[in-house]
């Protein structure tokens, strides 16, 4: 499945307050994707810090567009910069920060953060 369809998924609405800069994080403890190498799942918590510009993010929307990657074979680096690069397409943010802890494989713990901030 492309990006793109799964952009599809994700809904915004209207920002009320365009004027001012104000954080939103939005924390997703259940998140769930499939090591490509092995086959076994991935676990992890998402952490979106984002400050909006003219949208924001629906959370049903972003929850079942999470939910997409359950079965998605896709190494941790790359989930969350395609998080990131999708999220940053629909919602046009001023700036925004996605930190992707994953549960301990193998005795190892991996952290990735990526980070957009808008040229305006």
Do not use: H
Not at 37 to 62: A, H, M, N, W
Not at 88 to 100: G, Q, S
Request: glycine share 4%; charged share 30%.
């Amino acid at each position: 499945m492309t990006s793109d369809n799964f952009r599809d998924i994700l809904e915004t609405f209207e920002n009320q307050y365009p004027q001012r800069d104000y954080e939103i994080t939005i924390r997703c403890p259940e998140f769930t994707s499939v090591c490509p190498k092995t086959g076994q799942p991935d676990f992890g918590v998402l952490t979106f810090i984002y400050t909006p510009d003219r949208k924001c993010v629906e959370l049903k929307s972003l929850k079942f567009y999470l939910q997409r990657f359950r079965n998605e074979g896709i190494f941790y680096e790359n989930v969350t910069n395609r998080i990131l690069d999708d999220l940053v397409a629909v919602l046009e943010p001023r700036r925004m920060k996605i930190i992707a802890e994953f549960t301990p494989r193998g005795g190892i713990t991996t952290t990735v953060t990526a980070s957009f901030e808008s040229d305006l």
